[in-house]
């Protein structure tokens, strides 16, 4: 069964920067795509990023889009969430999911993943 572990989260000041990690173990990640959720305290899950199995075509929520970038090394079975400019709203607790995927493509709906790592938080504070 695939175990998701997320690290790097920590608190950082407004136009910081942090990357975080999401390992997996269980299985190799060639045939998954992955999504990186995040929940603030009182808010629904929301979609941050996402990347097909094949590591192409990745998805911004318009949020992130030229701030974060996801990136996959299929070598480690870790995908990365490299997070720039951060600002106070990004503060939330930030989770990596799965799926078992063929697709060229990845969903950004929590509802479309089947494994969930237990998240690592984020503080953005001056």
């Known amino acids: 069964q695939l175990q998701l572990v997320e690290s790097g989260g920590g608190l950082v000041q407004p136009g910081g920067s942090l990357r975080l990690s999401c390992a997996a173990s269980?299985?190799?990640?060639?045939?998954?795509?992955i999504g990186w959720f995040r929940q603030a305290p009182g808010k629904e899950h929301e979609g941050v990023s996402c990347?097909?199995?094949?590591?192409?075509?990745?998805y911004y929520a318009d949020s992130v889009k030229d701030r974060f970038t996801i990136s996959i090394d299929n070598a480690k079975d870790t995908v990365y969430l490299q997070m720039n400019r951060l600002k106070l709203e990004d503060t939330a607790a930030y989770y990596c999911?799965?799926?078992?995927?063929?697709?060229?493509?990845?969903?950004?709906?929590?509802?479309?993943?089947?494994?969930w790592g237990q998240g690592t938080q984020v503080t953005v504070s001056s």
């Open positions: 269980g299985a190799a990640l060639d045939y998954y795509a």
């Open positions: 999911a799965a799926t078992s995927s063929f697709s060229d493509a990845c969903v950004l709906g929590p509802n479309w993943y089947d494994d």
């Open positions: 990347i097909s199995s094949s590591g192409g075509s990745p």
